[in-house]
């Protein structure tokens, strides 16, 4: 059965309320709180944010042992090297599994990229480029974070236990790309190509262990297995699923409906 997450926005949710919904997630048996990683709240309707990171850190501290994730991590947010060690941090800080979901960006001149371009962050045009920045993020992690790394990140934050690495797809390239250098994958449970990202990584992961986790709005009738859309996940091979609450949690703190895996 697949273990069932839940996502917090601060654009629409200021941190006292977040910091009480996620122990209230924590109590109910939850198995991971996600943040999502915006500059503003502008692109989610929201009037404000926190920056990804360090409500992490701070949820960290307000729980005991539920799991914690970016959802995603833009690559382009952050010069790679602070992006990677602002997750081991996290890592250390929480002491426990933490999870590093990491996207591609959006490209130049959407409303995705409106937050970005307001901060003079020069996004990449083409896919193939913005695919490579997520490849250098990962091979900066595998240096960083190896057990046998090399003496030059001798005093770099070493995270134990490691984070898992999961893309979020938008793009069968990107899909292959995570079943080649993640540890699993993200996919929007209501992206009209879904279909075609789930055939990309499955192709492309050979029979090493792979971490599928699927995103969807918040609801209560989601926390039913029997529910048709849970039928569906379950029969796609998903190991988590990421419920996402994104109008404000007081309808997730108003139901104290037990999530069920």
């Given amino acids: 059965m697949p273990i069932i997450d839940v996502q917090l926005s601060p654009a629409t949710t200021d941190w006292p309320t977040l910091r009480a919904a996620a122990r209230e997630a924590e109590q109910r048996g939850y198995g991971a709180i996600w943040v999502l990683d915006h500059l503003a709240g502008l ?7 926190l920056e990804a990171f ?14 914690l994730g970016t959802m995603v991590a833009n690559a382009w947010s952050r010069q790679p090297g602070t992006l990677v060690t602002a997750m081991a941090s996290v890592a250390a800080v929480a002491d426990r599994q933490v999870h ?10 959407t409303t995705w990229a409106v937050e970005q371009e307001l901060v003079g962050t020069e996004l990449a045009a083409d896919l193939a480029d913005r695919h490579a920045r997520v490849e250098q993020v990962l091979d900066l992690i595998d240096e960083q974070w190896s057990a046998d790394r090399d003496e030059r990140w001798a005093t770099f934050p070493l995270p134990r236990p490691r984070p898992t690495t999961l893309l979020g797809v938008n793009s069968p390239e990107l899909a292959e790309l995570a079943a080649r250098r993640a540890d699993g994958v993200n996919v929007l449970w209501y992206h009209p190509r879904k279909e ?3 055939a ?7 029979d090493r262990p792979f971490l ?19 039928r569906r996940m379950a029969e796609h091979g998903f190991d988590r699923i990421v419920l996402a609450v994104l109008d404000g949690v007081e309808a997730f703190l108003a139901d104290d409906t037990v999530p069920v895996g």
């Fill in 100 to 109: 590093l979901g990491l996207g591609a960006g959006a490209a130049p001149g």
């Fill in 212 to 230: 599928r986790t699927v995103y969807t709005t918040y609801s209560p009738e989601l926390l039913d297995p029997e529910h048709p859309d849970r």
């Fill in 200 to 206: 990309a990584y499955e192709a492309a992961i050979g």
């Fill in 54 to 67: 360090t409500l992490l850190g701070a949820l960290s501290q307000a729980t005991e042992r539920i799991e």
């Fill in 43 to 49: 692109p989610l309707g929201g009037t404000t944010m």
């Fill in 196 to 198: 075609e990202f789930i």
